[in-house]
C-alpha cells in the first residue's frame, strides 16, 4: 500500500499562475483533507471531503478549489497563484475523523 | 470561536532529560483529543484521548487529558535525538468533520 501519495512535491509558480495538486489514497477512505502549514501557524483546513463527490470549506478556503470526482482522489486547485500562498501543503484522509494519515506534503512557492 | 493552544512553542533539552508538552483547548462538543508527531514530513498520529485522567503511554511517551481544565500533557521520558520534531495536537468535535489544530511545539533533543 502507498497510503497517502501527493503530486507534486515541489512547485514553483508566478504570481497569477494556477495549478492543481493531487492528492491520492489507497486504503478506501471516505474522509480527505487539505491542509497548509506555515511557519507558527500550525495546520490549517482548506477544504475537506467526507465522501466522492462531497467537499465542504474549511478554515482558510479563500483562493482555493477541490473537486473528489474519485473517492481516491482530492483534486487542491489554486487558480491564481498569490505570493500569500506560498506553504507547505498536505494532503489527508481517514476512516473517521480521527487518526488521519498524512501524505508527504507539497512545497509550493509564488513569486 | 474553537481554539487549540499549545506550549512551549519551541523547547531544546539534551538527551535524557523529560519534558511535558502541553495543549489546551476551547471547543464546544468536545469529543477528544489527538496527539501527532511531525518530523521533516507528515505528521504521524501518536494518541487519542477522549477519557479525563486516563493515561495513555507508549514506550517513553505518555499522555494524559483533564477535560474538566481542558488541557493536555504529553510527557517523554529519557529523551533522545530522534524525539526530535514538531509536536501537535489536535481537537475533534462532536458534530463536525475536522480536526481543530493547535501551532506544535517544536522539540530539539542534542546529544
Known amino acids: 500500500n502507498a497510503g497517502v501519495t501527493q503530486t507534486p512535491k515541489f512547485r514553483v509558480l508566478k504570481t497569477g499562475q494556477s495549478m492543481t495538486l493531487l492528492c491520492a489514497q489507497d486504503?478506501?477512505?471516505?474522509?480527505m483533507y487539505w491542509y497548509r502549514q506555515d511557519p507558527g501557524m500550525g495546520l490549517r483546513l482548506i477544504h475537506y471531503s467526507v465522501g466522492e463527490g462531497t467537499t465542504a470549506k474549511g478554515e482558510v478556503p479563500d483562493g482555493y478549489n477541490v473537486s473528489r470526482l474519485k473517492k481516491q482522489n482530492f483534486l487542491l486547485g489554486l487558480e491564481s497563484a498569490a505570493p500569500s500562498q506560498t506553504s507547505v501543503y498536505f494532503c489527508?484522509?481517514?476512516?473517521?475523523?480521527?487518526?488521519?494519515?498524512f501524505g508527504p506534503g507539497t512545497r509550493l512557492t509564488v513569486l | 470561536e474553537d481554539k487549540v493552544v499549545q506550549s512551549p512553542l519551541s523547547l531544546v533539552v539534551h538527551e535524557g532529560d523529560t519534558v511535558t508538552l502541553n495543549c489546551s483547548y476551547e471547543?464546544?462538543?468536545?469529543?477528544?483529543l489527538l496527539w501527532y508527531k511531525q518530523e521533516k514530513k507528515a505528521p504521524t498520529f501518536l494518541f487519542m484521548l477522549t477519557s479525563s485522567g486516563i493515561e495513555k503511554k507508549s514506550g517513553r511517551l505518555s499522555s494524559i487529558l483533564d477535560k474538566k481544565e481542558l488541557f493536555s500533557i504529553l510527557n517523554i521520558t529519557a529523551t533522545q535525538t530522534g524525539d526530535s520534531a514538531v509536536y501537535l495536537c489536535?481537537?475533534?468535535?462532536?458534530?463536525?468533520?475536522?480536526?481543530?489544530f493547535g501551532t506544535g511545539t517544536r522539540l530539539q533533543v542534542f546529544p
Open positions: 489536535a481537537v475533534e468535535s462532536y458534530n463536525t468533520d475536522k480536526l481543530i
Open positions: 489527508a484522509s481517514s476512516y473517521s475523523i480521527i487518526e488521519q494519515f
Open positions: 471547543v464546544t462538543n468536545f469529543r477528544s
Open positions: 486504503m478506501n477512505h471516505e474522509y
